[in-house]
C-alpha cells in the first residue's frame, strides 16, 4: 500500500466530525490493507509509531526538503527507514538518523511530509482513536468488537490486534491473553466529588489511599524485572529501587500495579514534582537515588506465578497481593459504608495522601477502561488539561510566559475544547519552568499568544464550571489555578469535555 492512501485516509477522518463517517473511512482502508502492513497502518492512523522512540525531535523536523512532486513512498518504505531510525545508536547515530530521515522526507510529497512530521513528533490529530479505530478494526475483519476491545487493552496497542484479525479473526482475538513482560494498559479510575457519591450503594467498599507518585506497571520474567509507566514506556533503567524491591518477592513470574514516589524524612509523601524529576532522566540515577529515594506501593496484583488474575475479583486478587507483599501496600481499609470510608479519606489526606480511589471488591481488573468499579476522590475537584497556547507576560512576569488557554480533549473530533485561562497557582520556578517548556512547543506566535502543540497537561483545581457563550463549549471554568503539570500523562489521557460537563451537573 502506498503511504499517500493512509494519508488520504488520516485527512479524510480529519475533515469529519461524524464519528460513524470516522469509522467507515477506517474499516475500509484496513480491510484493503495487506496483512504484512496492516499493524503499521493502524498503528500510523492511531498516532503510534511502534518503535515507540526514533531519536528524532521537533528541531530535526523543523526544515523539511523539498517534496517529491508524485506519491511512491510505500507502507514498507516507511517501516524500514522507522526501524533504521529507532536502531540507530553508538558514534555517528545523530548523522545516520539525518541521513535516513533526510531520505524519506525527499521521497514524500508535501501532504506526506505533513503526516509524517505529526506522526514522529506526536501531533497527529486526525480523531482515529480507539473510539474510532476498535470499531473500524471490528467492522473490517466481521469480528466481534468487544473482542477487539479486550485484546487491545491486552496488547497495549491496536496494530497488533488487526494484524492478529487480519490472520485467523475472532479466534485469534480471542487467544490474545496477559503476557508477562508486555504491559497491559493500566486500569482507571472515575472521579468523583466526595466519598459518599464514590462508595454509592455498595455497602462495603476497598478504599485504597492514592498515591501522588508516578504509575508503575512491573512484570517479572524468569527473574528479570521490567517497569512500565502508565504510558508502557520502560524506564527500567531510571528506578532501580523499584527493580530491587520486585526482585526480592518470592515466588517466579509476576504481573504488579502500583506507585512509585519519593517519601520524604518526615515519612510524607513529597509533592509530585520531586517524583517526576527524579524518574524523568537516566543521568547520575546514583546521586538521584541518594538525594531522593524512591519508595515503591502495591495496589493489584495481575499475574502471579503462572496464573492471570485479570478476571478474578479484587477481593482475590487483594489476598494474593497481601500474602506476596504485605510491606509494599497502599494504605488499604475495607470499609463498611460512606462513614467509615469518609474517615479513612480524613486521615489519609491529613497524612499528605492525595486522596482515596473507591473500589468494588467484586469487580474484576478492566484493563484500559475507566468505569465505576474505581473511581477516585481527591480534597477538591480538579481537571487534567491540556494547554492550548500561552500568553506573555506583562508587569511582574513581563519576559515569562504566563496566562495559559486550557482545552479538554473532544473524543468526537479528536481535538480541544477550549475552556478558559488561568494564571493563578503559578510560583516562579513553575514560571521559569513552563517558559522554557512552552517555547519548546511553540508552532505559532503573534507577538502576544504563543500557540502551543497540544501535548503539555496540566491539573486545575476548580471551584466549578459555569456557562459561557465565550466559549465554543458553551462552559468555562471557574476559579481555576494550577496545581501541578503532569509530565507523566500524554494529551491522549486528559480529561474529556463530557467529564468537565459532568462537573457543572448538566
Not at 323 to 339: D, I, Q
Amino acid at each position: 500500500m502506498l503511504l499517500a492512501t493512509v494519508v488520504a485516509a488520516s485527512e479524510a477522518v480529519g475533515a469529519t466530525r461524524s464519528r460513524r463517517e470516522k469509522v467507515t473511512i477506517l474499516a475500509d482502508t484496513v480491510a484493503a490493507t495487506s496483512t504484512a502492513e496492516v499493524a503499521s497502518v493502524v498503528s500510523w492512523l492511531s498516532g503510534v509509531v511502534p518503535q515507540r522512540r526514533l531519536g528524532v525531535g521537533w528541531r530535526a523536523l523543523s526544515t523539511m526538503p523539498d517534496p517529491a512532486p508524485a506519491p511512491s513512498l510505500g507502507v514498507a518504505d516507511v517501516r524500514s527507514a522507522f526501524d533504521r531510525l529507532a536502531g540507530a545508536g553508538g558514534h555517528g547515530a545523530a548523522s545516520a538518523r539525518r541521513h535516513v530521515l533526510f531520505g524519506l522526507l525527499s521521497r514524500a510529497t508535501e501532504p506526506e511530509q505533513r503526516f509524517l512530521r505529526g506522526l514522529v513528533t506526536g501531533t497527529l490529530r486526525q480523531g482515529a482513536l480507539d473510539g474510532v479505530m476498535i470499531p473500524a478494526i471490528a467492522r473490517a475483519y466481521g469480528v466481534p468488537e468487544n473482542l477487539v476491545r479486550r485484546a487491545t487493552m491486552l496488547a497495549g496497542f491496536a496494530g497488533p490486534v488487526a494484524e492478529a484479525a487480519a490472520e485467523a479473526g475472532a479466534i485469534a482475538l480471542e487467544a490474545v491473553d496477559l503476557v508477562v513482560g508486555r504491559p497491559v494498559r493500566p486500569m482507571l479510575a472515575a472521579s468523583a466529588a466526595g466519598v459518599v457519591d464514590a462508595v454509592g450503594t455498595l455497602a462495603d467498599v476497598v478504599v485504597d489511599g492514592k498515591i501522588d507518585g508516578i504509575r508503575i506497571q512491573v512484570h517479572r520474567f524468569q527473574g528479570e524485572v521490567r517497569v512500565f509507566t502508565r504510558t508502557l514506556d520502560d524506564i527500567t533503567a531510571r528506578v532501580p529501587e523499584v527493580v530491587e524491591a520486585m526482585s526480592a518477592l518470592p515466588g517466579g513470574d509476576l504481573v504488579l500495579d502500583g506507585e512509585a514516589v519519593v517519601v520524604g524524612a518526615d515519612g510524607r509523601p513529597e509533592p509530585f514534582q520531586v517524583t517526576g524529576a527524579r524518574t524523568a532522566s537516566r543521568a547520575d540515577i546514583g546521586r538521584l537515588r541518594a538525594t531522593a529515594p524512591l519508595t515503591t506501593y502495591l495496589f493489584d496484583v495481575l499475574h502471579n506465578g503462572g496464573r492471570s488474575l485479570l478476571d478474578e475479583p479484587l477481593t482475590v486478587r487483594a489476598d494474593v497481593l497481601a500474602e506476596l507483599a504485605p510491606s509494599l501496600l497502599v494504605p488499604r481499609r475495607v470499609a463498611s459504608g460512606p462513614e467509615d470510608a469518609t474517615r479513612f479519606f480524613d486521615e489519609l489526606v491529613a497524612a499528605g495522601h492525595e486522596g482515596v480511589v473507591v473500589k468494588d471488591p467484586n469487580g474484576t481488573y478492566a484493563a484500559g477502561r475507566r468505569g465505576s468499579q474505581w473511581v477516585k476522590v481527591k480534597p477538591r475537584h480538579t481537571l487534567d488539561l491540556v494547554v492550548l497556547a500561552v500568553e506573555r507576560g506583562s508587569g511582574r512576569r513581563r519576559g515569562f510566559l504566563s496566562n495559559i488557554h486550557l482545552g479538554a480533549r473532544n473524543p468526537d473530533t479528536g481535538g480541544f475544547t477550549m475552556l478558559g485561562k488561568t494564571f493563578k497557582g503559578m510560583t516562579d520556578e513553575m514560571l521559569r519552568w513552563q517558559s522554557e517548556r512552552f517555547a519548546e512547543l511553540a508552532v505559532e506566535d503573534d507577538g502576544s499568544v504563543v500557540t502551543l502543540r497540544p501535548e503539555q497537561v496540566v491539573e486545575v483545581a476548580v471551584d466549578g464550571i459555569q456557562r459561557s457563550s465565550r466559549y465554543p463549549g458553551g462552559m468555562t471554568l471557574r476559579f481555576a489555578r494550577v496545581v501541578r503539570y503532569r509530565d507523566d500523562k500524554t494529551a491522549d489521557e486528559a480529561d474529556t469535555v463530557e467529564t468537565v460537563r459532568a462537573v457543572s451537573g448538566g
